[in-house]
């Protein structure tokens, strides 16, 4: 097994005392003292602060940022060329079949495109990039740390060392000139809380850490939060709700296919796969993501398979990601089911170690978001 | 009070056996959210599957340590199975087992020798 990466923030992650994990070719911490329950608690009712250094921040540069935008719509269904200067979209490569390759952000930053994708896909989108964007100089980030700071707190925290931070809305990016060197800031995260991402030079990251976790509001959040945080707010995570094996339409993900690139928009298709997902944003799909909630308390993890009898045979579904939800205090799930059977309230059951229990199609998030619009 | 390798202590009550996951077999499964328990009256054997634990991270499996009769299920587990991280070696105990055969006890380790097999 290759020798595990580590973020610039790994010997602060191991000076408060996380437990560490491989993810992603990372060492990466899943949890600190507080132990999951406490951190997801904690970054609802104040904040949380996350290494997400593993992911991948690239710039794309063209003769201007429309050039990068449109040449990067050629593999990502999403209006990039109409976003505006300073705000940041969420999208994903598609390949021919329509299915999923990754998901990211893509932010407008004036003369050029920034995007952040995911550290498990970080080599093959970059290879992708490569291939496919002629004429945009694609540059990876390697000298640069990424942390999130997210929760109801995390505005007055941040403003108190960033000022300005507070003045941006959910989904806003922003330079800012700070005693931690230019940090590249967007009002965003993955958690349903308002919060931000932050870029910043790899040699001053601990620094910054180090100044946020001296607010008493914030506690250093491990992977393990993180993804009971991004499951009550009913956000994807690709390799497990998002895959080549799924479509943007049938992952419930159309809200990010903006009108310009559909069937009449003004730069309709034109991205991998465009025939699959335009006949289906027109013809619908057969089988969908959905919001699912247990009705005890037993969790329906990931691979549970979903019927719509007690004693149906074939099942009509599959969570692809479950857990216990601590804010809602109840398990929560998401996953595919056939079309049919996706309408909120359906009553289904998941079959956990033999035994059929009920599960019910809810909407998603399972807990309001929380973003300054 | 014995232990097994699977990290259950056993408490002999009379003629019954307690039993519980220890200290450090909470901590490392982490909050604990649901605990599926046997019925009572399950005639069980050693080493069936009687109870799973979901923590945050995952699922696990509970052994029977003997053979015997699951007599009394700790009810209260349901609805707070976080008993198990309060306080694994008292509140948080899961089940009482009536033992068939109790010859397997003295293979079970005492504290000294449980402390020794975690550290």
């Known amino acids: 097994m290759a020798e595990l990466r580590r973020t610039p923030l790994h010997a602060l992650h191991l000076e408060l005392g996380a437990k560490m994990v491989p993810f992603a070719g990372y060492d990466m911490p899943v949890q600190y003292g507080l132990g999951v329950m406490k951190e997801h608690l904690h970054t609802r009712a104040a904040a949380g602060l996350f290494d997400v250094s593993h992911m991948g921040q690239v710039i794309l540069r063209g003769a201007d940022y429309k050039a990068a935008a449109l040449a990067m719509e050629a593999l990502v269904p999403v209006d990039i060329a109409g976003l505006g200067e300073n705000r940041q979209r969420y999208g994903f490569f598609t390949d ?132 009971s945080l991004r499951l009550e707010a009913g956000l994807c995570l690709y390799g497990h ?125 399972f807990v309001a978001a929380n973003f300054k619009r | 009070m014995k232990y097994t390798e699977e990290h259950e202590w056993l408490l002999e009550e009379g003629e019954l056996i307690v039993v519980g996951i220890t200290e450090h077999a909470a901590e490392q499964l982490g909050d604990i959210v649901f605990v599926e328990l046997p019925e009572v009256g399950t005639e069980v054997s050693k080493d069936d599957e009687v109870v799973v634990i979901e923590s945050v991270k995952a699922a696990s499996d509970i052994l029977a340590p003997l053979d015997g009769e699951i007599v009394e299920v700790n009810e209260a587990l349901t609805d707070n199975p976080a008993l198990i991280n309060e306080d694994a070696a008292g509140t948080g105990w899961i089940f009482k087992i009536k033992p068939s055969d109790l010859s397997p006890m003295d293979d079970y380790m005492d504290e000294a020798k449980y402390n020794d097999f975690i550290a």
């Open chain 1, 96 to 227: 021919a079949k329509g299915g999923i390759l990754d998901d990211l952000m893509l932010a407008n930053r004036g003369d050029h495109l920034l995007v952040v994708i995911n550290a498990g896909c970080k080599e093959a989108d970059l290879a992708h990039m490569r291939e496919s964007l002629a004429g945009v100089e694609i540059d990876a980030i390697s000298d640069r740390a990424l942390l999130a700071l997210q929760g109801p707190s995390a505005e007055a925290v941040l403003e108190a060392l960033v000022p300005g931070v507070a003045a941006m809305r959910f989904m806003d990016v922003a330079s800012f000139e700070s005693d931690f060197g230019e940090l590249w800031v967007s009002r965003s995260g993955y958690t349903g809380e308002d919060g931000y991402e932050i870029s910043v030079p790899e040699d001053r990251a601990e620094a910054l850490a180090r100044a946020l976790l001296a607010s008493p509001e914030v506690e250093p959040i491990g992977l393990g939060a993180r993804d």
């Open chain 1, 241 to 365: 709700d998002l895959s080549t094996d799924t479509t943007p339409v049938e992952a419930a993900l159309t809200w990010a296919i903006q009108k310009a690139r559909r069937t009449g928009g003004a730069r309709e298709g034109g991205f991998p796969g465009a025939e699959v997902i335009l006949a289906q944003l027109a013809n619908g799909v057969l089988r969908k993501r959905v919001g699912l909630l247990p009705e005890g308390r037993a969790p329906m993890r990931e691979g549970t398979q979903l019927f719509a009898g007690e004693t149906d045979e074939a099942a009509i579904g599959e969570v692809t990601s479950g857990a216990f939800g601590p804010t809602l205090g109840a398990p929560v799930s998401m996953g595919y089911v056939d079309i049919d059977q996706a309408g909120d309230g359906t009553a289904l059951f998941g079959e956990v170690r033999g035994k059929r229990l009920p599960v019910r199609v809810a909407p998603m998030p």
